[in-house]
C-alpha cells in the first residue's frame, strides 16, 4: 500500500482506476493504492457508493464479461492511519477515469 499527496480537488468526486496491479484511490489531495487482484484488466464502472463502500464492475482475463467487484475503503484507509469517517464524509459520487 502506498499513499502519496497531490494537489487538493475541490469537487466531491473521488476517482477510481487500477494500473500494474493496483487499484487507486484518488481524492481530497490523496492518491492511495493498494494491491489489485492478479488477474484484473480495468475497472468498467461504479454500480454503488455508500460512505466507504464500492461496487463495482470490473474486468478481469479469466472471464469475457464484467463482473461484480467489492472494495470497502475503511479498512484500508484505517490501516493507514487515516480518519475514514472525515476523509470519506465529503465524497458525493466516485468516477472510474484512467490517463
Given at each position: 500500500?502506498?499513499?502519496?499527496k ?57 472471464h ?10 475503511k ?25
Open positions: 500500500m502506498t499513499i502519496s497531490t494537489p487538493t480537488d475541490a469537487r466531491n468526486e473521488a476517482i477510481l482506476s487500477s494500473a500494474e496491479g493496483f487499484t487507486a484511490f484518488s481524492f481530497g489531495g490523496y492518491h492511495i493504492r493498494f494491491r489489485a487482484p492478479y488477474s484484473l484488466e480495468r475497472y468498467v464502472d461504479v454500480v454503488r457508493w455508500d460512505d466507504g463502500y464500492l461496487v463495482v464492475l470490473a474486468k478481469y482475463s479469466h469475457a464479461e464484467p463482473e461484480e467487484e467489492y472494495i470497502d475503503l479498512p484500508i484507509l484505517d490501516g493507514l492511519y487515516i480518519d475514514s469517517a472525515a476523509f470519506l464524509k465529503p465524497i458525493k459520487s466516485v468516477r472510474i477515469a484512467y490517463a
